[in-house]
């Protein structure tokens, strides 16, 4: 099986305008459509299994630092609601595939239209944050077929995931 790769895209309309890979962003000559991104994906995670990604970023003033009790509270607390509910979904669940999150955003939130534009955004909201902050990431979105079609899925970072839950309980407006 591939190893795993941290990639984080930025999308706007169905174009992906950011791109991050462990933790680090690459530079784009031009906007990449969502349907050449999904084969860019499958690619990245093939040159997964023989280019060690994390060493990239080894080098001074790349590396992201590993969040303390009282930065991921600071930072939780700046979050808006649906940024919440995200984050205490995740670190309940562990991983969780893209529509089934979908699902469970729109019942926590009373939201029946809420869709994967919203969540796109509201992900993006916390990357930017976190990068800004030099922050290890609080989770990955990764990409597999899952009979025969290919799906998102959201893994919370295990480091985090019970700081997570213990910071997030009574949250999110439940």
């Known amino acids: 099986m591939a190893e795993e790769v941290e990639i984080n ?18 530079p784009l000559k031009k906007d990449i459509p969502v349907e050449e ?4 994906t499958e690619s990245i ?14 080098r001074e003033g790349l590396v992201k630092e590993p969040w303390t009790r009282e930065e991921l509270l600071a930072f939780i607390k700046e979050r808006n609601r649906a940024q919440k509910v995200f984050l205490k979904v995740l670190a309940e669940r ?7 999150l979908l699902d469970i ?6 939201d029946p239209g809420y869709g994967a534009k919203d969540l796109a955004g509201m992900i993006a909201g ?5 990068n800004k902050l030099g922050k290890e990431h609080l989770f990955t979105i990764s990409r597999r077929r899952v009979g025969g079609q290919l799906m998102g899925f959201y893994e919370i970072n295990p480091e985090y995931r019970e700081l997570l839950l213990e910071l997030l309980s009574g949250e999110a407006g439940e």
């Open 45 to 58: 995670r093939l040159m997964a299994k023989y280019v060690d990604f994390r060493r990239i970023g080894l």
């Open 94 to 100: 562990g991983e969780i595939s893209r529509d089934e």
């Open 105 to 110: 955003m729109r019942d926590r939130l009373g």
């Open 9 to 26: 895209p930025t999308i706007r309309g169905d174009k992906v305008v950011r791109l991050e890979i462990c933790g680090i962003e690459w």
């Open 126 to 130: 916390i990357n930017i944050r976190v």
């Open 37 to 40: 991104f999904l084969k860019l």
